[in-house]
């Protein structure tokens, strides 16, 4: 048996995405074993992440200075603005360096199962940003679930009243994937996605 606080430290960490408590009792025991170099490293990030860590008042971000990173770059087109769903959407698509526009966080998606309305999340910070001027495009890059086109949908509908062009990522067929293990589900959207060859 550990300590209790090798065991909060445990429990801590089997919270976190993609670990159990099993993993996070080999992750705890890793950085027991190297505590004055790993643990202590471990620690001040956190303790420097949690001392600055801010919301960007402009589109959502979680970055250490208001604005973000993003919002605050001279070399982004301010004329596209992509806007997901939440934070993790936003990095993922910004990681792959594809998108020189602009970004806005909802934080969330429209579920009437889980009471988010459009209230909850932030669409009128959407439309003042885009009321504002400036902005051609608007990428609507929700996750390929119900909900998330049902919250793509409403927002496009709020946005039609605007001179932008709105426009939405493709959906269907992945890179390198085989049809007999997609489900049905993708494979439809990849048959209403199709276009001429060549």
Same mark, same amino acid.
């Given at each position: 048996?550990? /300590?209790?606080?090798?065991?909060? %430290?445990?429990?801590a960490? /089997?919270?976190? &995405?993609?670990?159990? &408590?099993?993993?996070?009792?080999?992750?705890?025991?890793?950085?027991? +074993?190297?505590?004055?170099? /790993? !643990?202590?490293?471990l620690?001040?990030?956190?303790?420097?992440?949690?001392?600055?860590?801010?919301?960007c /008042?402009?589109?959502?971000?979680? #970055?250490?200075? #208001? &604005?973000?990173g993003?919002?605050?770059?001279p070399?982004?087109?301010?004329?596209?603005?992509?806007?997901? =769903?939440?934070?993790?959407d936003?990095w993922?698509?910004?990681?792959?360096?594809?998108?020189?526009? +602009?970004?806005?966080?909802l934080g969330?998606?429209?579920?009437?199962? #889980?009471? $988010?309305r &459009? =209230?909850?999340?932030?669409?009128?910070?959407? !439309?003042?940003?885009?009321?504002?001027?400036?902005?051609? =495009? $608007?990428?609507?890059?929700?996750?390929?679930?119900?909900?998330?086109?049902?919250?793509?949908?409403?927002?496009?509908?709020?946005?039609?009243?605007?001179?932008?062009?709105?426009?939405? %990522?493709?959906?269907?067929?992945p890179?390198?994937?085989? !049809?007999?293990? %997609? #489900?049905?589900?993708?494979?439809?959207?990849?048959?209403?996605?199709?276009?001429?060859?060549?």
């Amino acid at each position: 048996m550990a /300590s209790q606080e090798i065991e909060a %430290l445990s429990a801590a960490l /089997s919270r976190l &995405p993609g670990l159990g &408590p099993r993993s996070a009792r080999r992750a705890v025991l890793w950085l027991v +074993k190297r505590r004055e170099t /790993s !643990l202590v490293q471990l620690l001040d990030a956190l303790t420097a992440v949690r001392e600055t860590l801010v919301e960007c /008042s402009i589109c959502g971000n979680i #970055d250490t200075r #208001d &604005p973000c990173g993003i919002c605050s770059d001279p070399r982004r087109d301010a004329r596209q603005l992509c806007v997901v =769903e939440d934070v993790a959407d936003l990095w993922a698509l910004d990681r792959a360096r594809l998108f020189t526009g +602009k970004y806005h966080v909802l934080g969330g998606r429209l579920s009437a199962l #889980d009471g $988010v309305r &459009p =209230e909850d999340l932030t669409i009128d910070r959407l !439309l003042a940003r885009v009321e504002a001027g400036g902005i051609d =495009e $608007v990428v609507l890059a929700m996750n390929a679930t119900l909900e998330g086109q049902t919250t793509a949908h409403y927002v496009a509908e709020r946005l039609e009243g605007f001179p932008v062009r709105i426009t939405q %990522l493709a959906h269907g067929l992945p890179v390198g994937g085989e !049809l007999d293990y %997609l #489900d049905e589900g993708t494979l439809a959207q990849a048959l209403r996605a199709r276009r001429p060859v060549g």
